[in-house]
């Protein structure tokens, strides 16, 4: 199974969308051993109610989005990053030993009081097998 751990936002303009870095995250499983009809389920959670700053005020998590940019052995879908829940990312196909999600972040203007600089937060990934 390979994750990313984390997620960057060079926030240059406070009144600007920014795209994470890396721009494109993959997550992916193979030689995955299913039991018959079960089918591999793949969350998001931020550990965190708001990024780490450079200074000042942290960006809340709820304005960080991602977009399935393609998925293959299930379906990949877009969300919003939450603390206080996990959000799907991706569900395999009932019996599929490996499959794969790129995830495109995206970071919602963050408004004013926020300062510009490296903003970073930590994420933690929750892989559960599921009968669909």
Do not use: C, Y
């Amino acid at each position: 199974m390979s994750v990313p751990m984390a997620v960057s936002f060079e926030v240059t303009d406070v009144s600007r969308g920014t795209s994470g870095s890396p721009q494109l995250s993959t997550v992916s499983f193979s030689n995955a051993t299913l039991s018959p009809g079960r089918a591999l389920r793949v969350s998001v959670q931020a550990d965190a109610a708001a990024f780490t700053p450079p200074s000042g005020a942290g960006i809340p998590v709820s304005k960080v989005s991602w977009s399935n940019l393609g998925a293959s052995g299930g379906v990949g879908l877009n969300g919003t990053l939450g603390s206080s829940f996990f959000a799907l990312v991706f569900q395999s196909d009932p019996g599929i030993a490996s499959g794969r999600v790129d995830l495109g972040w995206m970071l919602a203007p963050p408004g004013s009081g926020i300062r510009a600089g490296t903003h970073q937060l930590t994420i933690r990934w929750k892989v559960e097998s599921i009968t669909p």
